[in-house]
């Protein structure tokens, strides 16, 4: 045996570096913990603003001296409000109601039982749902102490609630909620994703039992058996059955004696009945107007007797009782010897043989007929069928099953029967399939009660959906009893309450994103097993405010913001954690940016806000920390010890300390500096439960802002325990003065420094105290209207005196007499030469202007420059500046197409040389780029050639070993675009050898724009680069075309001002805008949460403007609110949020301020809703937004294509197309749009609505190549209009055929009579069915109609409304203890006597020209006498069906009226397909029905009817999937219904 000498493996080393993984030493909070350990944020409370903290998460639990973490937990955006205002009262008995919600336990939003699973272990075992609640299970049925009560939740489910529960006013609020629409998107994609594997596990194998019992089918049709092998197959056929799946158990008694087609209790009656009524329908048939041979053997249906469900058809009817006793003599032989009771049980999933239910629908009345069976009953087409007569159908199911005819049979009927069975299973198979594609779990559905105990209001969710609360926990707001639950399950997500506005509103507080938990952990986590895990402030407690909209993915809200500073207030925070923003375009505007100004000013609370991710381009700041003046605005800097501990970097191949790439840079847009200080901007920091990681890696300016607001907290902290009057400006002042400047980053990006606290509390120490430092300064240039000195066109080349304004303001509670003795002496101090400003400055408490030279001339190269005037207090000069002056100048390379001397122009700071080329257009010059290292960045200001439309950049690497991350940015602001997202292009390049990428952006010629590249911080290796820039002078004279419907052509100019160009022209109508208004303006009711005690006790009120359109077809549909477009943080009002549901009132989306970040939506035909809601505390002025425009954009089926033509002419003959061209520099050359022929086919195009889509002018073959190399393809792309005319009528439509009869054709009496007869059963039909009709008015209906039977009944009346028939219908609805026999046969007498069947089939059957006025009477009465024949058919059949629910009833005539009925019209349209499916199940095709349901509804056939209509449709659908067996369909259609028709 061989052996094998160790090695000995050196360790790498002894510890893992762990200080990299939440940064403190960068900021000094690890030397100033050490040596203040009891300064660790202790008396200090924190606000998150963001996605929502998880209350169970890791390390969130206490503070380092044992207090609770988590002080306060609040949702203001409103996304978890539930409505509660219902209310209900409680019984101590449980309803006699069937709880059809919760039948079964398994739901498409828990994890299945198999398929395969036996009858056993489906009554003993229950699906593992995914939201069960964490407190406990449920008790199931034993009783705890004390009795229950139960109320009806609006899920349908009755709720057991446990007796402890105290409710003195006998009041519970109810409510209900939608899971998917309060997790957070994450968690939804995980359990979407295990919920549908799971499920297909349970369709593939209910698609192999399918598929095995076609394949069983098929054997015995290629193998006859005798009658007694017959009988034989059938006994093992159905024992097979019997362990098969649940899923196919509605065929189970189909292929269990499948070798007689009578010995299927299903198709027993209706396979005969289904054979003689086809016969009979074969003479009345406009399709078969032969007569048959088998006609003769029909019956007439007014002497033929009933046939029984027994052996021989002609023995006498038992009675019920007679039929209920044998049934259960025979159920209890079967169940002795365990063959078809367990049967039963499987094929009904549910333990014990429990029926599942049809419908969630209250039962009928007291005296409604029970239902013989769910399988040889018809599904109910009216609501209010008995849902729960089939509980009580085992024993006469058991007596079907027992009475099977004799095996023998006829072999070729056997056969027919066999194949029809094959076809149907062969369907059932295509549409399980079907299904399948469409399968989107709806998710849980959780039932809320809110009630007052006597004390407080208090809460609980059904979260485990069981409709059990006994040992569910009523928790009240959680600031009260910081009490959390969880949904449980594979959620692991935790949620508190709030509830609001006297019970009549609950908020479900969870978590939008990780982001929330993350930021509050690098606060202040506290790991008492842990430190060196623990957060920045682990002393502190936290306040979470939930300011994500869930219904925006996540998406702040101006309600949220608004909102959130409230429980700032309320619960005494020292400072405000802010790690959201976006793009903007104005500096310290905005309703929510003056209450945070307030906030700050009044109330001394320190708001600190992320400076944003969008750099490394100037100027990338964005709202509203890069932009207010009364927040601190944070940068993301990350240090080698990160690098090694958080990324796994080698420290040695990068710089010691760096910027991270992403980080914004300033200056803000007005000159302010835009970036106050930075901090470490990644950690490894805890993350919320239902991610299911303790700790989780992330990065940005979010993680650097809670970074500085936990050392703000420690610094606060240290100033309580020191009792220092600490002032908000003195502890701001302190950080930035005191932070570190690193030299290898720029100002721009650093700001002040990096924070540094032990230096700031240093600084605190020694000048707290002082005046000056107490106070804040307003900094203001108002001719220019900045904060700052920002120059950045042709004017910074020249010398120029800025006048700045500086106003003092005080701290809140400042005495008079302070004002007065306030008097600051201020010396000057320039940073950099070129800024020059007086010496020494005094200030009393008034405005005062200083003059600020800023000396342009003395910079000679070209590039960015940055510099500072410094305020110093003379009476205190170490404190550092009390405020400063920032200033910027940008000096560009000035691109002159038309100058002839163009050399080399060497920018700034780099000896970077811009070098023209030759060829090309002329203006096109290359750039070589070397020194590049991880976190370089390069930047060239150019103003481009004057008749410069767009540029086109390449980037070249020069033979990478490995491959590099750049990140490149083309910023152009201007004045009429201030804002970022407007006019910042990017692009991240990974390039490997000689790779070569790019960028095309359209430019102005009138402003100066930035190109940066930068090598992305993480990417290692010195690099060096060619860039190639051209510039193009293609383009339109007009920013935009719109097309003049008044005319045939529309004149464009297309001009190319720098060179030779290439035309090639393409345009097309994509989209139509239309315009509504509003329907309805309503004040919602103010609630207590939105009066706000930093806006002085203000109100804010809330507007709800209703917008309805319609869609007669599928639409991509998108909604827009120009007015407010794209404003939050600067906007006027509080808020602007549009929420979108169709007809039954299903919340379907919703949207903002920002229609850019939405994404159209795909719309069924149908009625819908738009709710915008604005918010203002001045109601005034949401007045004037009563007939507020709101734009709806309809993505058109067929895009319309523009043609272009070279001349007038041409377009006025529709002459040859614009083909591809040159143009020569300087040329003007006009083309002419043809106005677009709209065609009939767009018939929604109504006159006024506007079309829009864009046009494109480019050389030929640089589109594709752009497509190919540039990632914003070709950007002459120029937006097109088009208004829809008045159209001129030309043609009169014809008048619709006529199908009634004239006085001329039936005499003025008769039709007078038929018209008051019809009146008259309008009028009766609408009294009968009516709730609150008397039993005595019923009885005098029911004599009425009676009379009009007989009046109707002469022979005079032509019957084209079908009137007996539809009268015997009516009588129904009076007494369902009527027999009707005689009515109904009484209908089809009159019917048959005054109706000649075959005349009418063959007068259709033949063609017929209707050309004299003899032929067109006769044609309108064959018309006449078909409507009424379709009328009376349809109705009977409607008839025979509300009467198939009395014991005994037979299927033999209903289904031969069927049958001629189904000759005469298509039964699957909207108008009879109930119908159909109501009698085709009875024939045992109940494949071919769920296909007709599942088209009628995935065409939204019904979209146009009423609510109830398409309820009703769909339960019918859940009706027949249960029928079928498809237990799991059958649960997963019910959970939809909850969303599909909610309540409110």
């Not at 509080?1134 to 007809?1143: E, G, I, R, T």
């Not at 009625?1167 to 001045?1178: I, P």
């Not at 020569?1224 to 050359?1229: A, D, N, V």
Request: with cysteine; charged share 20%; glycine share 6%.
């Amino acid at each position: 045996m061989s052996t094998t000498t160790p090695t000995t493996v050196e360790p790498v080393g002894d510890d893992f570096p762990i200080d990299g993984l939440m940064p403190k030493h960068e900021t000094q909070v690890d030397t100033f913990l050490t040596t203040n350990p009891t300064y660790d944020g202790r008396g200090v409370v924190v606000a998150i603003l963001d996605t929502g903290v998880d209350p169970g998460a890791h390390g969130l639990q206490v503070t380092s001296d044992g207090k609770p973490k988590l002080l306060d937990l609040v949702d203001s955006s409103g996304s978890g409000d539930v409505d509660t205002s219902k209310v209900v009262t409680a019984t101590s008995k449980r309803s006699k109601k069937k709880d059809r919600s919760v039948a079964s336990t398994s739901s498409s939003s828990a994890i299945p039982v198999p398929v395969a699973a036996s009858t056993a272990a489906a009554s003993t075992s229950t699906a593992a749902s995914i939201a069960t609640s964490s407190s406990g299970s449920s008790s199931g049925d034993k009783e705890s102490t004390g009795r229950s009560v139960y109320i009806t939740g609006l899920s349908g489910r009755e709720l057991r609630l446990p007796a402890a529960w105290q409710n003195p006013t006998g009041r519970w609020h109810v409510g209900i909620k939608c899971g998917f629409e309060l997790f957070p998107p994450g968690l939804v994609s995980r359990l979407k994703s295990k919920l549908k594997k799971q499920w297909l596990q349970q369709q593939q194998q209910c698609v192999a039992t399918l598929q095995q019992q076609i394949r069983a089918l098929q054997q015995e049709q290629a193998t006859p058996l005798s009658p007694s092998a017959s009988s034989s197959s059938s006994s093992s056929s159905s024992s097979s059955s019997s362990s098969s799946s649940s899923s196919s158990s509605g065929n189970k008694n189909r292929l269990a004696n499948s070798g007689d087609p009578v010995s299927s209790p299903r198709s027993q009656v209706p396979v005969a009945a289904a054979a003689a009524a086809s016969a009979s329908a074969s003479v009345l048939s406009p399709r078969h107007r032969k007569e048959s041979s088998s006609s003769a053997a029909v019956r007439s249906p007014l002497t033929s007797p009933r046939v029984s469900r027994s052996k021989s058809t002609g023995k006498k009817k038992r009675s019920s009782r007679e039929e209920e006793h044998e049934a259960q003599e025979e159920q209890e032989k079967k169940g002795s010897s365990g063959g078809e009771p367990e049967l039963r049980a499987a094929d009904r999933g549910q333990p014990g043989g429990e029926q599942p239910p049809v419908s969630n629908e209250s039962p009928t009345a007291a005296n409604e007929p029970t239902v013989i069976s769910a399988r040889s009953n018809p599904l109910p087409v009216e609501d209010g069928a008995d849902e729960d007569a089939e509980e009580n159908d085992v024993d006469a199911d058991a007596d079907v099953e027992a009475e099977i005819d004799d095996p023998s049979g006829d072999s070729t009927a056997a056969a027919c029967q066999k194949k029809q069975l094959e076809k149907d299973l062969r369907e059932q198979l295509k549409q399980l399939r079907e299904l399948q594609k469409s399968y989107d779990p709806p998710g849980p559905v959780y039932d809320c009660v809110v009630f007052h105990d006597g004390q407080c209001w208090r809460a609980a969710v059904d979260v485990q959906q069981t409709g059990d609360l006994r040992e569910v926990r009523a928790m009240t707001d959680y600031r009260v009893e910081r009490e959390f639950a969880s949904f449980g399950g594979e959620t692991a997500l935790n949620f508190s309450v709030n509830i609001y506005d006297e019970g009549d509103r609950l908020s479900l507080v969870t978590t939008a994103g990780a982001h929330g938990t993350h930021v509050a952990g690098i606060v202040g986590a506290c790991f008492p097993d842990a430190p060196e895990m623990n957060g920045v402030a682990p002393g502190c407690q936290l306040v979470s405010v939930k300011i994500s909209d869930s219904r925006l993915g996540s998406m702040e809200t101006g309600t949220a913001l608004v909102r959130a500073l409230r429980p700032v207030l309320e619960n005494g925070c020292k400072v405000v954690n802010l790690s959201f923003g976006e793009p903007s375009g104005e500096a310290d505007v905005g309703k929510f940016t003056r209450m945070v100004a307030k906030l700050v000013n009044k109330h001394g609370v320190l708001f600190v806000s992320s400076a944003g991710n969008e750099g490394p381009a100037l100027s990338t700041v964005g709202a509203p920390g890069g932009v207010s003046s009364c927040m601190v605005s944070v940068g993301a800097y990350v240090s080698r010890s990160m690098m090694a501990s958080c990324y796994g970097l080698t420290p040695e191949n990068f710089r010691e300390e760096i910027q991270y790439t992403w980080s914004s840079r300033g200056p803000a847009f007005d000159g302010g500096a835009g970036v106050s200080i930075s901090a470490p901007g990644g950690a490894v920091a805890p993350v919320p439960n239902w991610t299911l990681k303790r700790n989780q890696l992330m990065n940005g300016t979010s993680m650097s802002s809670p970074s500085a607001s936990g050392g703000f907290a420690l610094l606060v902290s240290a100033a309580l325990q020191n009792k220092l009057d600490l002032s908000v400006h003195a502890l701001r002042r302190a950080v930035e003065n005191s932070a570190r400047t690193v030299s290898d980053i720029e100002p721009w990006a650093l700001g002040c420094g990096l924070m540094q606290v032990s230096d700031a509390w240093d600084h605190i120490k020694a000048h707290s105290l002082s005046t000056v430092n107490r106070m804040r300064f307003k900094v203001y240039l108002p001719a220019a209207k900045q904060r700052g000195i920002y120059l950045r066109d042709p004017e910074s080349f020249q010398d120029k005196v800025h006048a700045v304004q500086i106003t003092p303001k005080f701290w809140p509670n400042a005495t008079e007499s302070e004002k007065i003795a306030f008097e600051g002496r201020f010396l000057f101090r320039s940073t950099v030469d070129w800024i020059v400003a007086p010496p020494a400055f005094l200030l009393q408490n008034d405005v005062r202007t200083v003059k600020v030279t800023v000396r342009s001339s003395r910079l000679q190269n070209h590039g960015s420059y940055f510099g500072e005037i410094l305020a110093i207090d003379a009476s205190n000069p170490t404190a550092g500046p009390a405020f400063r002056i920032p200033v910027t100048v940008i000096r560009s390379v000035q691109i002159d197409r038309l100058s002839s001397n163009l050399t080399p122009t060497t920018m700034s700071n780099d000896d970077i040389y811009l070098k023209p080329l030759a060829g090309g257009n002329g203006a096109r010059f290359l750039q070589e780029m070397d020194a590049f290292a991880p976190g370089t960045i390069r930047r060239l200001f150019i103003t481009p050639p004057s008749g410069a439309s767009w540029l086109q950049v390449n980037l070249s690497s020069t033979n990478f070993a490995t491959s590099r991350m750049f990140v490149v940015h083309i910023n152009q602001l201007s004045p009429a675009q201030r804002s970022i997202k407007h006019c910042r292009y990017e692009r991240w390049l990974t390039l490997t050898g000689k790779d070569t990428s790019g960028i095309s952006v359209p430019v102005l010629d009138t402003a100066m724009f930035e190109l940066c590249i930068a090598q992305f911080w993480s990417s290692a290796g010195e690099s060096k680069l060619l860039v190639d820039m051209e510039f193009h002078g293609l383009s339109l004279t007009q920013p935009s075309v719109a097309l003049d419907s008044s005319t045939i052509a529309t004149r464009v100019d297309v001009q190319s001002r720098l060179g030779e160009e290439s035309l090639n022209f393409e345009g097309a109508l994509t989209s139509y805008d239309a315009l509504v208004y509003p329907t309805a303006t309503v004040f919602a009711k103010p609630q207590a949460r939105d009066v706000l005690n930093v806006a002085n006790d203000k109100q804010t009120y809330q507007m709800e403007l209703t917008y309805t359109f319609q869609l007669k077809e599928t639409r991509e549909v998108s909604i827009r609110l120009p007015s407010f477009g794209e404003m939050l943080y600067e906007s006027p009002l509080d808020a602007q949020l549009w929420m979108l549901y169709d007809a039954n009132k299903r919340y379907i989306t919703s949207g903002d301020a920002f229609p850019f970040q939405a994404s159209s939506t795909k719309l069924g035909p149908g009625k819908y809703t738009v709710l915008v809601q604005l918010r203002d505390e001045n109601m005034d002025r949401l007045d004037s937004f009563t007939s507020l425009p709101l734009v709806v954009n309809y993505t058109l089926p067929k895009k319309i294509d523009l043609a272009a033509r070279s001349s007038l002419s041409r377009a006025l003959v529709a002459g040859p197309k614009l083909s591809a061209r040159k143009i020569h520099r300087g040329e003007l050359m006009p083309i002419w749009i043809t106005t677009p022929d709209l065609g009939s086919n767009n018939k929604e195009l109504i006159p006024g609505v506007t079309l829009r889509g864009s046009l494109t002018i480019t050389a030929a073959g640089v589109k594709e190549r752009n497509r190919q190399v540039f990632t914003n393809g070709c950007p002459l792309e120029y937006p097109v209009s088009f208004t829809v005319p008045l159209r001129s009528v030309t043609d009169k439509p014809s008048a619709p055929e006529s199908s009634t009869l004239t006085s001329a054709d039936t005499g003025l009496e008769t039709l007078i009579a038929e018209k008051v007869a019809e009146s008259k059963i309008a009028v009766l039909r609408k009294f009968c069915i009516s709730k609150q009709s008397s039993n005595e008015d019923k009885i005098t209906a029911l004599e009425s109609i009676q009379t009009l039977i007989e009046e109707v009944s002469s022979p005079s009346f032509v019957f084209r409304s079908g009137l007996p028939a539809y009268l015997a219908i009516t009588a129904t609805y009076l007494n369902s203890s009527l027999s009707t026999a005689e009515l109904f046969e009484e209908a089809y007498r009159v019917l048959q006597v005054h109706i000649d069947m075959q005349e009418v089939a063959a007068y259709f059957g033949t063609k017929h020209d209707t050309i004299s006025r003899e032929d067109t009477q006769v044609d309108l009465l064959m018309k006449a006498r078909r409507k009424c024949l379709l009328s009376a058919l349809s109705n009977l059949c409607r008839a025979y069906q509300l009467c198939s629910k009395t014991v005994g009833f037979e299927w033999t005539r209903p289904l031969e009226v069927y049958s001629i009925l189904k000759q005469w019209a298509d039964l699957t349209t909207p108008e009879y397909l109930s119908l159909y499916v109501a009698y085709e199940s009875q024939l045992g095709n109940l494949g071919e029905c769920l296909a007709q349901l599942n088209k009628a509804l995935g065409r939204d056939l019904l979209s146009k009817q009423r609510s109830r209509q398409q309820k009703q449709l769909y339960k019918t659908r859940i009706q027949l999937l249960d029928q079928l067996g498809w237990i799991n369909w059958a649960q997963y259609e019910r959970d939809w219904m909850l969303l599909r028709f909610p309540s409110s």
